[in-house]
């Protein structure tokens, strides 16, 4: 099992332009969730989904959008990429949202 | 709104010393509480976990933690630190409150710690 995957691992974008940032999971979970780490302040949380085809806000939404593809996908999307948003990705997955939550490797992303 | 707070951003120990960070939280009744590790370059992984009961826990690679209510904290402690343990440590909170408050953590800020041979 690969466990909890992101693609791509680093990226560099220039103000304005539009990305995504892909997750997968392969334990079957029902709980998929996207964070921002930035120095100092920890891990926040952007959106979750409790389950596939749904989704809902976390702490900091603004200037994101997600996608519960499928049960395995949950994809974050900047539609117009923002300084303020270079920071270090995170994936995470979890049975349900109870249980421990499992995270991805990490997306770096640089925003110039 | 909830809130963890690290007090410590980073602390040095020599191998082998004892080890305790310490996290308290803001609640309005006992939340779920988490300590996770991330080593340099990595993601995030579970060290223990407290959700009721016995209000000492025990977790993997020889740490534990301990839930005191009437403080509000959940400190994290080792016995004799390896130099395997230097990493950033994360204290989480989630609300104890069901349905789709389930799992939407609260960080703290991390702790850095060095570990010296």
């Known amino acids: 099992n690969a466990g909890v995957t992101q693609t791509p691992k680093f990226q560099v974008l220039k103000t304005g332009q539009s990305m995504t940032l892909q997750c997968a999971q392969d334990?079957?979970?029902?709980?998929m969730y996207w964070y921002r780490q930035d120095p100092g302040m920890g891990l926040r949380l952007i959106y979750y989904?409790?389950?596939?085809?749904?989704?809902d806000k976390g702490e900091v939404p603004n200037g994101y959008n997600v996608s519960r593809l499928n049960k395995r996908e949950f994809s974050l999307r900047l539609e117009s990429a923002a300084p303020s948003q270079t920071s270090v990705y995170f994936c995470?997955?979890?049975?349900?949202?109870?249980?421990?939550?499992?995270f991805g490797p990490g997306t770096r992303l640089l925003v110039l | 709104a909830q809130s963890v707070t690290q007090p410590d951003i980073h602390i040095t120990v020599s191998e082998g010393a004892s080890l305790e960070l310490r996290c308290n939280y803001s609640?309005?009744?006992?939340?779920?509480l988490f300590w996770y590790v991330q080593s340099p370059g990595q993601g995030l992984q579970l060290l223990l976990k407290?959700?009721?009961?016995?209000?000492l826990v025990q977790g993997i690679k020889g740490f534990e933690a301990e839930f005191k209510r009437s403080q509000s904290s959940f400190n994290l402690r080792k016995p004799s630190v390896h130099w395997s343990d230097a990493a950033e440590y994360f204290c989480?909170?989630?609300?104890?409150?069901?349905?789709?408050?389930?799992?939407?953590?609260?960080f703290g800020q991390g702790t850095i710690l060095t570990v010296h041979p």
């Open positions: 334990m079957n979970h029902n709980s």
């Open positions: 407290y959700f009721s009961g016995d209000t």
């Open positions: 609640y309005g009744a006992t939340p779920y």
């Open positions: 989904s409790a389950s596939e085809g749904t989704t």
């Open positions: 995470a997955s979890s049975p349900t949202g109870l249980e421990t939550q499992y």
């Open positions: 989480a909170v989630a609300p104890n409150a069901g349905g789709t408050s389930y799992g939407k953590l609260t």
